[in-house]
């Protein structure tokens, strides 16, 4: 069972700070990594996708690839209260599976003005 | 571009009533996809469609069935909804040379 595990959070920052959301993953052959936001009642948003070991960089995100301990993390710096959300990891299968995303159960973050 | 569309948003069903999901994307996907997603369980695969012509289960696909109809549609049925489906269902397409998917607005589905 391929599994893909984030901490459900929720977990709390001050405005202007940098949040670090956590995906370890156990399926050692998956190539591609993404992360969605989710507000409350809404449907996943893709926000960023990485494919290659190390950092990708999109404004205030930050992707982080780690294949060799199965590692991903996304960081939002100077977090705003409209980073509020529900952030997801998806992590592609391998082989014939690698179009089928496993998804994390997501991280609760909260931003505090 | 509309995106990924999905009809209906909310609705109400009796248990062992049918009805059909619709899903339909304008953005040339090649794969398309059939979610649920359940207070505590995260995002589960229901059936995929990997191209026109084809479908597969995933990990939840029993009480459902899917068709792609064309490429641009893929709709998924209840025969006898149960109250175990109530759940919130999200379509999803992929393609054009990435494996990223995106998500249409949702179906709130309520079996009573």
């Known amino acids: 069972q391929k599994e893909v595990e984030q901490n459900s959070g929720p977990l709390s920052v001050p405005e202007g700070a940098i949040a670090s959301l956590n995906c370890t993953y156990s399926?050692?052959?998956?190539?591609?990594f993404f992360w969605y936001r989710q507000y409350s009642g809404k449907s996943p948003e893709l926000i960023m996708f990485?494919?290659?070991?190390g950092d990708k960089e999109d404004g205030r995100f930050t992707a982080q690839l780690n294949k060799a301990s199965q590692y991903v993390s996304l960081l939002i710096r100077d977090s705003q209260p409209s980073d509020s959300a529900t952030y997801l990891c998806?992590?592609?299968?391998?082989?014939?599976?690698?179009?089928?995303?496993?998804f994390g159960k997501g991280t609760l973050l909260t931003v505090n003005p | 571009n509309a995106g990924v569309t999905q009809t209906p948003k909310f609705q109400v069903l009796k248990t062992g009533q049918s009805m059909t999901l619709q899903c339909a994307q304008d953005m040339n996907h090649n794969s398309m996809y059939w979610y649920r997603q359940d207070p505590g369980m995260g995002l589960r695969l229901i059936y995929y469609s990997a191209s026109e012509g084809t479908t597969d289960k995933g990990e939840v696909p029993n009480g459902y069935n899917v068709s792609r109809l064309n490429k641009r549609e893929f709709s998924l049925r209840l025969e006898s909804a149960a109250p175990s489906q109530t759940s919130v269902y999200f379509c999803?397409?992929?393609?054009?040379?990435?494996?990223?998917?995106?998500f249409g607005p949702g179906t709130r589905l309520t079996v009573t």
């Open positions: 399926d050692r052959g998956s190539q591609s």
């Open positions: 999803a397409g992929a393609g054009g040379g990435g494996y990223e998917q995106y």
């Open positions: 990485i494919y290659s070991n």
């Open positions: 998806a992590v592609t299968g391998s082989g014939g599976s690698n179009y089928k995303l496993t």
